[in-house]
């Protein structure tokens, strides 16, 4: 097993597959654009756990930094392809030290959708706390 982070278009074509099961409404030419801006407005990161040559998991992550949780990591995609074989929890694990190593002392944070049941429930099994709501609306 092992984590391979997005360097460049190669990787991205091959890490697509896997995030379009998260994102099914993207197209490889949106995804490259958002990936794009957000790597380089926030430094965001795609990272694929591998296991026999196969991406078995990808995680998207940035670190942010505000007034509630101070420096910290917000985890915004995560998905992976075998359910119940243990790769999301391996993701999140990866998260959890690369937090430290980026000294995110608020921790960690991301949201998972009310609807995402299955998703809270990994997240909750994993040691996380539902602790807001998210709230979201359109401009005018």
């Not at 896997?18 to 958002?34: A, G, M, N, Q, W």
């Not at 243990?86 to 937090?99: D, M, P, S, V, W």
Request: charged share 30%; proline share 2%.
């Amino acid at each position: 097993m092992k984590f391979i982070t997005a360097k460049n278009e190669e990787d991205l074509k091959l890490f697509f597959p896997v995030l379009k099961e998260l994102r099914p409404h993207l197209s490889f030419d949106e995804y490259l654009k958002i990936y794009q801006e957000a790597h380089a407005s926030d430094q965001y990161e795609l990272v694929a756990l591998v296991e026999n040559e196969k991406i078995m998991g990808i995680m998207g992550y940035r670190v942010l930094c505000d007034f509630v949780r101070g420096r910290h990591l917000y985890i915004d995609d995560l998905v992976s392809v075998e359910k119940s074989k243990g790769h999301g929890a391996k993701l999140l694990i990866y998260a959890e030290k690369k937090a430290q190593e980026l000294d995110c002392t608020g921790g960690l944070r991301l949201c998972a959708v009310l609807e995402n049941s299955g998703g809270i429930k990994f997240y909750e099994r994993n040691g996380w706390k539902a602790r807001a709501y998210a709230f979201v609306k359109k401009p005018l």
